[in-house]
């Protein structure tokens, strides 16, 4: 059964740091992307961002909402994928979920077909 | 960027058929994934590829995606169904790589 658990999240002050972390089970880690998905309180699902496996590079895409602040990084050995969210600003202030990011045949479209129950990070002075 | 319209909300009674649709411009030319959430639940993959079920979801819930509009079609309408539906797509055109659909609150009468 695959499962994703997420933990690190919290109260934290703007312009200040956080790391989130997302520990995997139940299918080979190191084989998937993995990508987090945020949404604030009584809104929509966002895009924060996703790695590659390191077959296609380990390399990370981000929305622009979060471009230079926050990276996504993976340790394969643990299963763990991770969310460090620097220089955070209010409107960061969301449950964060983590997901496992899959595509099909061609790979000309990417869906998230395992989620966690995710992180709440309240941004707050 | 790419953006995707959903109804902010649909209605339909028990055993009836609800259609929740997901509007973009030439949206039939890309690939649709449809997402479940209920209340205080991370949400769940429902539809990917337009068309395709994940294993453990039920036959009633399908979709479709043509010209300007993607449609998520959930047959025999239950009481559990009654959730928030989002729609998603793979835009490489933009920065928003992953552009999802504001949410349709499916309330089952």
């Known amino acids: 059964e695959v499962q994703l658990v997420e933990s690190g999240g919290g109260l934290v002050q703007p312009g200040r740091s956080l790391r989130l972390s997302c520990t995997a089970s139940?299918?080979?880690?190191?084989?998937?992307?993995m990508s987090w998905v945020r949404q604030a309180p009584g809104k929509g699902l966002e895009w924060v961002g996703f790695i590659r496996s390191k077959a296609y590079g380990g390399t990370t895409e981000y929305a622009a909402s979060v471009k230079g602040r926050f990276t996504i990084s993976r340790d394969d050995s643990k299963s763990i994928a991770y969310l460090q969210m620097n220089s955070l600003k209010t409107e960061d202030t969301a449950v964060y979920y983590c997901?496992?990011?899959?595509?099909?045949?061609?790979?000309?479209?990417?869906?998230?077909?395992?989620w966690g129950q995710g992180t709440l990070v309240t941004v707050s002075s | 960027s790419y953006v995707l319209t959903q109804p902010p909300s649909v209605s339909v009674a028990p055993g009836k058929t609800a259609r929740i649709t997901c509007g973009g411009n030439?949206?039939?030319?890309?690939?649709v994934h449809w997402y479940q959430q209920k209340p205080g639940q991370a949400p769940v993959l429902v539809i990917y590829?337009?068309?395709d079920r994940p294993s453990g979801i039920p036959e009633r819930f399908s979709g479709s995606n043509s010209g300007n509009t993607a449609t998520l079609t959930i047959s025999r309408v239950e009481a559990g169904d009654e959730a928030d539906y989002y729609c998603?797509?793979?835009?490489?055109?933009?920065?928003?790589?992953?552009?999802f659909g504001g949410g349709t609150k499916l309330t089952v009468l």
């Open positions: 998603q797509v793979w835009d490489s055109s933009s920065d928003h790589r992953e552009v």
């Open positions: 030439n949206i039939g030319s890309k690939s």
């Open positions: 997901t496992r990011y899959s595509c099909g045949g061609d790979c000309d479209s990417y869906y998230f077909d395992y």
């Open positions: 139940g299918f080979t880690f190191g084989d998937y992307a």
């Open positions: 590829y337009d068309s």
